[in-house]
């Protein structure tokens, strides 16, 4: 079936770090792919998506890019802020394995430092 | 677009108790899903439904939790009866069909059963 495997956490940067969070897939079909942002205490924001081969998705400084021949989609940002520390969560959706469900990776938890 | 809302915010509960968690979608959309967050297990797929219909329940843990959704607007998740590991945040989300579609989650509800 289809999945999402997210590089573990926590990751712990200084104010204006640099931040890569790896994420790699496998599916039956041909999904869309998407990041999630979870902060403390809220439910999970849609932070960008990408649904087509070497489409990048960007919002709030933040970018992935679909990669289909490394089944990829890592996220990055060039200057992170307190403000990003959150969990991030890879996700998938694919009407093959997953039946339109979206499959998650397990979150990478992002701690920013001043 | 008030978003997906959920009800209660936090609910405390004692053991062996019946709990009715409610959600109302973004209007439009006919895919609904249930989730489950916890710190051990991370974010799980309980039960999903397209045009009220359940497509995939077997994320419900047991007999004791069962969904519905009587009409394009609502849904419940019951519990009967809540047991401590029961505890958890609770997550309604809900979604055009398609798979480059996202999916909009509520805020959760927070579930205490002592």
């Known amino acids: 079936g289809d999945s999402v495997t997210q590089m573990e956490g926590p990751v712990t940067l200084s104010e204006e770090a640099f931040l890569t969070i790896n994420c790699t897939y496998t599916?039956?079909?041909?999904?869309?792919l998407f990041w999630y942002v979870q902060y403390p205490g809220e439910g999970l924001q849609l932070l960008l998506k990408?649904?087509?081969?070497?489409d990048k998705g960007s919002n709030k400084g933040f970018e992935a890019t679909y990669r289909k021949e490394t089944t990829s989609f890592h996220l990055e940002k060039g200057s992170v802020q307190v403000s990003d520390s959150a969990v991030y969560f890879c996700a998938l959706r694919d009407y093959g394995g997953s039946q339109g469900n979206l499959i998650f990776g397990k979150g990478t938890k992002l701690s920013v430092k001043p | 677009d008030a978003g997906v809302i959920q009800s209660p915010r936090h609910e405390v509960t004692e053991m062996g108790q019946e709990v009715t968690l409610r959600c109302k979608p973004i209007?439009?959309?006919?895919?609904l899903f249930w989730y489950r967050q916890t710190m051990m297990r991370g974010l799980e797929l309980l039960i999903y439904?397209?045009?009220?219909?359940?497509?995939?329940d077997s994320g419900m843990p047991e007999d004791r939790f069962s969904a519905k959704m009587p009409n394009a607007s609502f849904s419940t998740l019951k519990i009967q009866p809540s047991e401590p590991r029961d505890s958890a945040v609770y997550f309604c989300?809900?979604?055009?069909?398609?798979?480059?579609?996202?999916?909009?989650f509520g805020n959760g509800t927070r579930l205490t059963v002592t």
């Open positions: 439904f397209n045009n009220n219909v359940p497509i995939d």
């Open positions: 990408a649904t087509k081969a070497d």
């Open positions: 209007s439009g959309h006919d895919y």
């Open positions: 599916a039956t079909g041909y999904p869309s």
């Open positions: 989300a809900s979604s055009l069909g398609g798979i480059n579609s996202p999916l909009h």
